[in-house]
């Protein structure tokens, strides 16, 4: 049961993998490059995989630098997964489907990973949240995505969110399927000013290594459903219990359910969000106030009260019909910053409530569209 490959230019062949290793089996595997490398299967076990539970070998392969790789062969199914590792720094490629004698496993098509963290100026998530401490407590919480940054030492794009319970400042990483989250002066050596959320790469029970510490787990995959549809999700755990802080992911929502706080946890649950310009679910975002259910004489947008304003103010329009009604938020730039409104609304005069406490001083416009309808305002938020 070994597997060679063949050298065209010697005529020979060369030992890759014994797939009748026992544990702790070492072999001479020519899989690298290198002088004198060996082959150690070192762990196997049985997980759900692809469909069904297989039996799942593990091996390492290194030369005499140390520089080792590990990889993973599933039973029927062959290579699942292949990591370099150097100090927790290597990529990844981990199987999400494939074609085996004519029988497709798992998801074929091509996976973005980033579409379960979508990261992107004007994206917002709607969460109901319930604290389950003394007092407890309850509410709705809005997530924005307002802005992004270069930082040129690095030359890693970051995005100022307020996600509860990490730093302001997040970035998707493609090359590894790494979430970060700046950390000026923190980080590992690998990763300076970094410190790594979740690695959505990972099959279920993969745990994320940072700085040689393991903490993270993936500990469900498969789908979940969300208002009315199926998504793939990635169900992250603290590997100890005192480290609390769950953080789901469903493949083009983003997180769609969060549990922070020791030892009383605060749950965030998604009711609504605006993602890459599609909505779902409940899309009121904001506080929006119906005034009256008068008819108006034509479609207006008033000026914003108080204006300038710190950091909350007032939005009033008014509609003469039914009419399909967005109303966002631009910087000076005319780069969108945030949705307020995206919804049908009936005929009437509505405000919106709109805090400013996530955006930096400066001049600000909001548009508001209402079938043929379109009007924007300037405003000028002050702290």
Do not use: C, E, K, V
């Given at each position: 049961m070994n597997v060679y490959a063949y050298d065209s230019l010697t005529n020979s062949e060369f030992l890759i993998d014994s797939l009748l290793a026992r544990v702790n089996d070492r072999f001479n595997c020519n899989r690298l490059t290198s002088v004198s490398p060996y082959g150690n299967y070192f762990s196997g076990s049985n997980i759900n995989f692809l469909g069904r539970q297989r039996t799942i070998k593990i091996f390492s392969c290194s030369g005499p630098a140390l520089v080792s790789y590990f990889y993973e062969l599933a039973e029927d199914i062959g290579f699942s997964k292949i990591t370099s590792c150097e100090l927790g720094?290597?990529?990844g490629y981990f199987?999400?489907?494939c074609v085996i004698n004519g029988?497709?496993?798992?998801?074929t098509t091509f996976i973005r990973v980033s579409d379960y963290f979508p990261l992107k100026v004007g994206n917002v998530w709607s969460y109901d949240w319930i604290h389950n401490g003394n007092p407890s407590g309850g509410g709705k919480f809005n997530v924005y995505v307002t802005r992004d940054t270069l930082n040129l030492m690095y030359g890693r794009t970051y995005y100022l969110c307020n996600f509860p319970n990490l730093s302001q400042w997040l970035r998707f990483d493609s090359l590894s399927g790494n979430i970060?989250?700046?950390?000026?002066?923190g980080g590992c050596s690998y990763h300076p000013n970094e410190i790594l959320v979740d690695s959505l790469y990972s099959l279920e029970t993969d745990s994320a290594k940072a700085c040689g510490?393991?903490?993270r787990k993936c500990i469900e995959t498969g789908t979940v459903q969300l208002f009315g549809n199926s998504f793939s999700k990635k169900n992250f755990n603290p590997l100890f219990v005192l480290?609390?802080?769950?953080?789901f992911y469903a493949k083009g929502?983003?997180?769609y359910y969060i549990n922070e706080g020791d030892p009383f946890t605060t749950d965030y649950t998604l009711r609504g969000a605006y993602?890459?310009?599609v909505l779902y679910g409940d899309t009121t975002l904001t506080k929006v106030h119906q005034l009256n259910n008068t008819i108006p004489e034509r479609f207006s947008l008033e000026q914003n009260y108080p204006n300038p304003f710190n950091p909350k103010t007032v939005i009033v329009y008014s509609l003469t019909g039914n009419r399909n009604v967005s109303l966002k938020i631009f910087d000076v730039f005319g780069k969108e910053l945030i949705t307020l409104i995206n919804e049908k609304q009936n005929a009437g005069s509505y405000t919106v409530d709109f805090n400013g406490d996530d955006l930096p001083s400066g001049v600000y416009f909001y548009r508001l569209k209402a079938g043929e309808f379109e009007e924007t305002k300037r405003m000028i938020l002050l702290k």
């Open positions: 720094a290597g990529q199987l999400t489907g029988i497709a496993y798992g998801d970060y989250a700046y950390a000026p002066g510490f393991t903490g480290t609390a802080s769950s953080r929502i983003g997180l993602i890459n310009g």
